[in-house]
């Protein structure tokens, strides 16, 4: 993949079984913060699995579209956008009602020193979004943040694991889940808990922040030497794919790839790939933010791409030049300051 063009037709690349499911689906589907990293290409992935499925159900891609340029190129993919301000109550009593909804909208970065607007965006609008869509089903995008770090050699934490959220911003995120927990009993809603870590595509990621690091020389920090990836079009299908396994109580469903990856072997493959040798410091410790995902992988299937691929993908990104976000992951982030 050498363009932008390439790479978002390949995110939009659905399974035979999301098209099915999604033909399933009993109404049109909703995306709520549809404006972020990973809302604009999991939007295009849905409107390709509905037409290869044969039923015209609306996508509909709810933000406010600060950037009026993407939301004319997801107008132009088939997604139906609305514009919102979802923490004004008046707009979003204003939104359609759909069956399903999957609620993508939340804040991280910028959390220290504003941190009454992450808990505005991430603890409190749930509950009046949940209140607004209480007869749908909804998919609720969380973080592995709400996890506790724990040992490298454990193979990362199952659902089962109580959470123990580090800063403000992870507290934040199991507040959201909790409210949306809360109305879930209370009316009956079906939802995923969505605990997502860390999606990449070669624009943003820890593959990139890697691979731009060993480029430039830049030392790598192996304090947290461990980390969680998976190909973003594989987040998006199994965002796509949980609107079949929502629950009451909520269903709660880690999302990443199955390796707990060495920071220090994937500097060290980019850097082959490269023609680099990258540059360490510090150690690895015993700790890391990990994810067990065997749920997922049992349910949808083990993630398409493969590690491997991601790393071949990202470096030829980089040596030609591709067009990179200013998105950075904080994977080495040990404090939960963002």
Known sequence: ???????????????????????????DLMLLGVGGKMGPSLARLAVQAIRA????KRVIGVSRFSNEAARRELEEAGVETLVCDLLNDEELQSLPEVRNVLYMAGNKFGT???EHFTWAMNAYLPGRVAEKFKNSRIVVFSSGN???????????????????????YAQSCLGRERIFEHFSHEYGIPMVIYRLN???DMRYGVLLELARSVQNGQPISLTTGHANVIWQGDAN??????????????????????????IRWAAEEIGRRLDRRPVFEGAESDTALLSNASKSHQL????????LQMIDWTTDWVLNGGETWNKPTHFQERKGNF
Do not use: W
């Open 53 to 56: 499925g044969g039923t015209r």
């Open 1 to 27: 993949m050498d363009t932008i063009a390439e790479l978002e037709m390949k995110l939009a690349q659905p399974s035979d079984k999301l098209i099915a499911e999604l033909a399933a689906l009993d109404s």
């Open 198 to 200: 860390y999606a990449i």
């Open 237 to 262: 299908e199994m965002a796509l794919r949980c609107l079949s396994v929502c629950s009451c109580p909520p269903n709660i469903v880690n999302i990443t790839g199955p390796e707990t990856m060495s």
């Open 300 to 307: 949808f299937g083990y993630p398409q791409v493969s590690l």
């Open 146 to 168: 709400v996890y506790p770090f724990t040992s490298v050699g454990l193979g990362g934490v199952t659902e089962s694991i109580v959470p123990a959220p580090t800063g403000e």
């Open 112 to 114: 220290t020193g504003n």
